[in-house]
């Protein structure tokens, strides 16, 4: 590189440099970030069989506020908008009916909260996979009538998994609406789980990514992509370990799809994770994984999220903001690839 170019190039970089968080370098969207309602908190305690009397643990307390105190955290940490989702196990423990009328008492109110504060909060819509038709009813009213800019479902519901094509209706919905569908981790179902993954300290480090990860090889496997080849799907934590290990997955999935003729899916694993597949930082603001990401999947599929409540916002903002990204590529993470994947102004 000429002299004067390395200078007019410093300069340019000097020139476009934040001075610090927040200044209008770039905006800070995260995009994993639980939510609750009292009448979910009452409904999973009557489920549980617990009293009503019982004392509301802190992590619950920090999910039902969607005002003030959440926007003085956010403030704090310089984040600027928390892309909302009812927390994990969201609707789906609860008997059908219960499940389908309480997704709409949670999408009318998560509408209402973003409408209270469009600059801080965007809102996924919430599901119930136990009626596949309502659940792709309720992905077009949450999106066409309530402006949801997506939806979230956390893995399996009552054991089983989507890749069964009689929720496939859930799929034409989301790919119809051009919205993606977050695939978020939960303790796994009887059949996964067990004494074997039952690993004390582990439980969420450990065993919740291998049921998302699971989640999302059986839609791999089972041709969700080629059936729905625009089809979207958001995973968290880095993809729970998928991204570091696409060449293994590649060529096994050759010898063991060699015989299968006509079943053979049209493209390679890693083509259907860097094609429809997003990969969030949540829990893993890490420089080390999220290169590993990056090289695997590529830039634009990477999204900043915290895991607020469960994860430290501040040190979350702080792990991207350290990490040796170019602006271009920090820039990519905290705000413009949430703005396209989202649909956000
Ligand atoms: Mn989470």
Same mark, same amino acid.
């Given at each position: 590189?000429?002299?004067?170019?390395?200078?007019?190039?410093?300069?340019?970089?000097?020139?476009?440099?934040?001075?610090?968080?927040?200044?209008?370098?770039?905006?800070?969207?995260?995009?994993?970030?639980?939510?609750?309602?009292?009448?979910?908190?009452?409904?999973?305690?009557?489920?549980?069989?617990?009293?009503?009397?019982?004392?509301?643990?802190?992590?619950?307390?920090?999910?039902?506020?969607?005002?003030?105190?959440?926007?003085?955290?956010?403030?704090?940490?310089?984040?600027?908008?928390?892309?909302?989702?009812?927390?994990?196990?969201?609707?789906?423990?609860?008997?059908?009916?219960?499940?389908?009328?309480?997704?709409?008492?949670?999408?009318?109110?998560?509408?209402?909260?973003?409408?209270?504060?469009?600059?801080?909060?965007?809102?996924?819509?919430?599901?119930?996979?136990?009626?596949?038709?309502?659940?792709?009813?309720?992905?077009?009213?949450?999106?066409?009538?309530?402006?949801?800019?997506?939806?979230?479902?956390?893995?399996?519901?009552?054991?089983?998994?989507?890749?069964?094509?009689?929720?496939?209706?859930?799929?034409?919905?989301? @790919? #119809?609406?051009? =919205?993606?569908?977050? /695939?978020?981790?939960? !303790?796994?179902?009887?059949?996964?789980?067990?004494? +074997?993954?039952?690993?004390?300290?582990?439980?969420?480090?450990?065993?919740?990514?291998?049921?998302?990860?699971?989640?999302?090889?059986?839609?791999?496997?089972?041709?969700?992509?080629?059936?729905?080849?625009?089809?979207?799907?958001?995973?968290?934590?880095?993809?729970?370990?998928?991204?570091?290990?696409?060449?293994?997955?590649?060529?096994?999935?050759?010898?063991?799809?060699?015989?299968?003729?006509?079943?053979?899916?049209?493209?390679?694993?890693?083509?259907?994770?860097?094609?429809?597949?997003?990969?969030?930082?949540?829990?893993?603001?890490?420089?080390?994984?999220?290169?590993?990401?990056? @090289? #695997?999947?590529? =830039?634009?599929?990477? /999204?900043?999220?915290? !895991?607020?409540?469960?994860?430290?916002?501040?040190? +979350?903002?702080?792990?991207?903001?350290?990490?040796?990204?170019?602006?271009?590529?920090?820039?990519?993470?905290?705000?413009?690839?949430?703005?396209?994947?989202?649909?956000?102004?």
């Amino acid at each position: 590189m000429q002299r004067r170019e390395f200078i007019a190039g410093v300069a340019a970089t000097l020139a476009a440099a934040p001075a610090a968080i927040g200044n209008g370098a770039h905006r800070v969207i995260a995009c994993e970030e639980a939510f609750t309602l009292p009448e979910i908190q009452a409904e999973l305690r009557r489920m549980r069989g617990e009293s009503d009397t019982a004392p509301v643990p802190p992590h619950v307390r920090a999910m039902l506020d969607v005002g003030e105190g959440r926007l003085r955290t956010m403030d704090a940490a310089h984040v600027d908008m928390h892309v909302l989702s009812l927390g994990t196990p969201g609707v789906q423990d609860f008997e059908t009916g219960t499940a389908v009328a309480l997704a709409k008492v949670v999408n009318d109110r998560l509408s209402a909260i973003v409408r209270s504060h469009p600059d801080r909060f965007a809102g996924l819509a919430t599901f119930a996979p136990q009626d596949p038709q309502a659940a792709a009813r309720e992905l077009e009213r949450s999106v066409r009538k309530l402006g949801l800019c997506g939806a979230l479902f956390n893995s399996h519901t009552h054991g089983e998994y989507l890749d069964d094509a009689r929720f496939w209706a859930i799929f034409e919905a989301a @790919e #119809a609406l051009k =919205i993606p569908l977050y /695939l978020h981790p939960r !303790d796994p179902s009887p059949a996964l789980g067990g004494p +074997a993954l039952n690993i004390p300290g582990f439980r969420v480090g450990w065993t919740f990514g291998v049921e998302a990860a699971s989640h999302a090889l059986r839609l791999i496997s089972a041709g969700v992509f080629d059936r729905f080849p625009k089809l979207q799907i958001i995973l968290g934590h880095l993809g729970e370990t998928l991204p570091f290990i696409t060449s293994r997955l590649d060529e096994r999935y050759r010898v063991e799809s060699a015989s299968w003729g006509d079943r053979k899916l049209r493209r390679l694993p890693s083509e259907y994770l860097r094609e429809n597949f997003y990969f969030t930082t949540s829990g893993m603001n890490v420089w080390s994984p999220l290169r590993a990401t990056i @090289e #695997a999947v590529g =830039i634009e599929r990477v /999204l900043f999220a915290i !895991d607020y409540p469960f994860e430290d916002q501040s040190h +979350a903002v702080r792990g991207i903001e350290d990490a040796p990204l170019s602006m271009g590529d920090r820039r990519a993470i905290f705000e413009s690839n949430a703005k396209l994947v989202f649909g956000l102004a």
